[in-house]
């Protein structure tokens, strides 16, 4: 957390104390400028600092907590600023009022002439020109540091709304992965055991090494690739159990660190391939699968081969449409998703720029 982090969050919880810290720093700045050594002086400087500051405090806080709030209101404003001109004028005159028969007798030696309280009244000119003008300048610079603080509250509110946002998506987009997969799963064990293969406990035992993986280590943001690596060799396995000899499934990884990803995309990609191309292909099915992470460089190639009597369908779309939009939420701007689709093959190539945030624990 930044220092200015540090004071917006220290001047929220503390507010009276801040701005009590905020106006004697205001006195402070003003009256330091006063260097002279005669205690009459030093007197009469007090008493003109305080009146000022006093009255800038009032025409302060009339602006931030009256004026500001409703003026960003969409009601109508026409009452707004005659209730700023009024207010302004009954801020002036007090201030008036109050140099005059309070702070004058006190400063200066009699006799003096004292303007009467219709003087004053009428007196617009010296009004605007002497009170509004020194009472609002420093109450103005008050109302542009609290519209700074107030911006970057709001501006942290909608990120913290926007990222519990974008957290809520993915996990809806992660629920509809996990009971599509195990649809599918639980499908393939069941059809071992109708016809009683000896592989059927291994399958179950498989899969409860894929469920602990999503259900207890898949709920962080990004998990070890390696832990994504050993889940693919699972349900690979789990898959591969289905099938005799036929099938063909080749899965090189290589890797100069152990960066992190966003989990269940990778499972998603490989599930798409055996739903569409081993489960589909009638011949010699074919996957192929090549995983890299060279230089923070992750690049992820999946091919399967298909069946041309097949007749094409939409249904592997939507789990390819769910994997784009978690790619877009979690890596937007660093990473390329292509497919390719011939008649004899489906290539999936996904490649994402590892950045320091995506390594973060």
């Not at 002439?113 to 010296?126: A, V």
């Not at 890299?292 to 779309?317: A, H, V, W």
Request: aromatic fraction near 12%; include cysteine.
């Amino acid at each position: 957390m930044s220092p200015f982090e540090k004071l917006i969050n220290f001047a929220t919880v503390n507010r009276i104390s801040t701005h009590v810290v905020f106006w004697t720093a205001i006195f402070i700045m003003f009256f330091s400028e006063n260097t002279s050594s005669n205690p009459e002086e030093v007197r009469i400087d007090i008493i003109y600092t305080l009146y000022y500051e006093v009255f800038s405090i009032i025409g302060a806080y009339f602006l931030a907590y009256r004026i500001l709030p409703r003026l960003m209101s969409p009601q109508k404003h026409s009452r707004v600023w005659a209730e700023l001109i009024l207010g302004s004028y009954l801020i002036s005159i007090t201030a008036r009022i109050v140099m005059v028969y309070g702070v004058e007798p006190i400063v200066r030696k009699p006799p003096f002439d004292q303007e009467s309280i219709l003087e004053i009244l009428t007196d617009i000119p010296t009004l605007v020109g002497s009170y509004i003008a020194h009472i609002f300048s420093l109450s103005l610079f008050f109302l542009f540091i609290k519209l700074i603080k107030d911006q970057y509250i709001i501006q942290k509110r909608s990120l913290l709304l926007e990222k519990q946002k974008a957290e809520t998506e993915l996990k809806i987009l992660k629920a509809q992965l996990n009971p599509h997969f195990l649809f599918n799963t639980l499908n393939n064990i069941y059809s071992l055991s109708i016809i009683n293969s000896p592989v059927t406990s291994k399958s179950i035992a498989v899969l409860s090494e894929i469920l602990d993986t999503i259900l207890y280590r898949c709920s962080s943001t990004f998990v070890p690739i390696s832990q994504e690596i050993s889940l693919l060799n699972n349900y690979i396995s789990l898959e591969k159990l289905r099938y005799d000899d036929r099938l063909s499934v080749r899965f090189n990884h290589e890797m100069d660190q152990n960066g992190q990803i966003a989990p269940l995309i990778l499972l998603s990609l490989v599930e798409n391939a055996f739903k569409h191309g081993a489960g589909e292909d009638i011949s010699s099915p074919q996957i192929e699968i090549d995983l890299k992470l060279l230089n923070d460089n992750f690049d992820f190639i999946i091919k399967n081969t298909i069946n041309k009597t097949e007749p094409q369908t939409d249904s592997g779309r939507i789990g390819l449409i769910n994997i784009t939009q978690q790619l877009d939420k979690i890596y937007s701007g660093n990473y390329t998703f292509d497919v390719i689709k011939t008649e004899k093959d489906f290539t999936a190539h996904l490649k994402i720029k590892i950045t320091p945030e995506f390594n973060a624990s």
